[in-house]
């Protein structure tokens, strides 16, 4: 990727024309008015020291404070002249593991099949599966890092990568292994999920409750002995599995200390009441969520950030699959349901890597402000992984994850639909290139 292994002291990121820092003194993940404040410093500096964010603040003060000035030698600075710096974008929901692009599907639901309609005609996920069993980890390997590759040129730095195209013990293990291999070999962070509950596959065709058992006895506990999973994933909803289903998995997922999130109401309602016992990080796409569900959502502001559940939408789904209807964000927003951003990149029904995009969507069809979608793609993002107190503000002690937008206002990034104004890329204090590295 071009990072530098860097022998010098720190990196300087100077003249910023708006950083956004995206500091809070609250520590839960953002809420109502909460969303929409994004901290930013007009002509701004930050300094990256070790890896973390050392300081920020105004440029003036940056070249006058002692520090900076007896190490100016070591430390290597960047002109950000006329250009707007945000944390990296934090992609909290995406699909990468699988081998290649379902373009029969595309075609067929451009002719007016539904994503149900495609998925009984043997399209859908299990069409995915079948490459993804046989292909080798090093190949799944490679399609999962050139994802993380183009995630990386649009601004993203840290990545929830989920398996769920394998749908047996083995060829989960294998995603979940060849998502590692990618991780390591990739400069961000990636949070690996189990999603062994994507699909019931074609041999356990009517026998769901026989196919929970091998991933809550199988599935689960190899994951969790292996170190391949910060999170247990289930699609909860018609076609897919029952939330009686969806309550074993969280249940084993607990019992072997992971994390748990769910795919929940993206084609009908489904009760997620249930599911907040076992404290979801996340609950995503809720394009038909209920009031009972938002009031619930809402209610845990008082909780520790460490239990509360984040409310992730994923745009482009709707988008791709060509629906009128899209998630309520005003409505979750209004009623202070705190929301997330992701691409839910996959290759049926949201096939990008751009977080720049989904804001675009997100302005367009969620009505969320721009600012509302930038403080969701990044720090609530952060919060559906649990890595708030590492990732998603510019703050002393964080992650020096930030990305560099060739734009003279935030409101760019979703307004010019589909560029990638991405300059460059900072991840743990070293410079790589996104689009177009700035001289440095
Ligand atoms: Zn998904």
Redesign the pocket.
């Known amino acids: 990727m071009g990072f530098r292994q860097s022998s010098e002291a720190g990196l300087l990121l100077v003249n910023i024309r708006q950083l956004i820092t995206l500091r809070s003194s609250n520590e839960g993940p953002r809420r109502g008015r909460d969303l929409s404040q994004l901290g930013a410093i007009e002509s701004g500096a930050v300094l990256c020291v070790g890896g973390k964010i050392a300081s920020v603040g105004k440029t003036k003060d940056a070249l006058r404070d002692s520090w900076i000035r007896k190490n100016r030698r070591k430390i290597r600075e960047i002109d950000c002249a006329g250009k707007v710096v945000l944390p990296g974008f934090v992609d909290s929901?995406t699909?990468p593991a699988f081998t290649a692009p379902r373009l029969a599907d595309f075609e067929q639901r451009i002719a007016g099949a539904t994503y149900e309609q495609i998925a009984e005609a043997g399209g859908g996920i299990r069409s995915s599966v079948e490459g993804v069993r046989k292909a080798t980890r090093a190949a799944l390997a490679n399609h999962v890092l050139e994802a993380l590759s183009q995630m990386l040129a649009q601004g993203t730095t840290t990545v929830e990568a989920?398996s769920g195209y394998g749908s047996n013990l083995d060829a989960e293990l294998k995603s979940l292994e060849a998502i590692r291999d990618a991780a390591r070999q990739w400069p961000g962070t990636v949070a690996p999920t189990l999603l062994g509950a994507h699909v019931v596959p074609r041999e356990y065709r009517g026998r769901e409750g026989k196919y929970v058992r091998i991933v809550c006895h199988e599935m689960i506990p190899r994951a969790a002995e292996g170190k391949l999973a910060r999170f247990v994933d289930v699609f909860c909803d018609r076609g897919a599995f029952s939330s009686e289903s969806a309550e074993h998995i969280f249940f084993a997922a607990r019992e072997h200390g992971l994390g748990v999130r769910a795919?929940v109401c993206q084609l009908s309602h489904c009760e997620i009441a249930p599911l907040l016992k076992y404290d979801p990080a996340s609950l995503?796409h809720l394009d038909h969520v209920s009031d009972d569900d938002i009031a619930a959502l809402a209610a845990q502001s008082t909780m520790s950030p460490a239990y509360q559940t984040v409310a992730t939408l994923?745009p482009g789904?709707n988008h791709f699959l060509g629906l009128g209807r899209f998630a309520d964000a005003r409505r979750l927003i209004d009623s202070g349901v705190p929301v997330a951003l992701a691409t839910?990149y996959?290759p049926g029904t949201s096939p990008t890597a751009s977080m720049p995009f989904v804001l675009s969507l997100a302005c367009t069809h969620l009505k969320m402000t721009p600012a509302e979608a930038i403080a969701a793609a990044t720090i609530n993002g952060a919060h559906a992984l649990r890595l708030a107190e590492r990732k998603g503000s510019i703050e002393p002690g964080k992650d020096a994850d930030l990305a560099v937008f060739d734009v003279a206002d935030y409101r760019e990034i979703p307004y010019w639909m589909g560029a990638n104004r991405c300059a460059m890329v900072i991840v743990a204090g070293r410079a790589g290139a996104g689009n177009r590295e700035i001289a440095g």
């Open positions: 929901h699909h989920k795919h995503d994923v789904a839910d996959n």
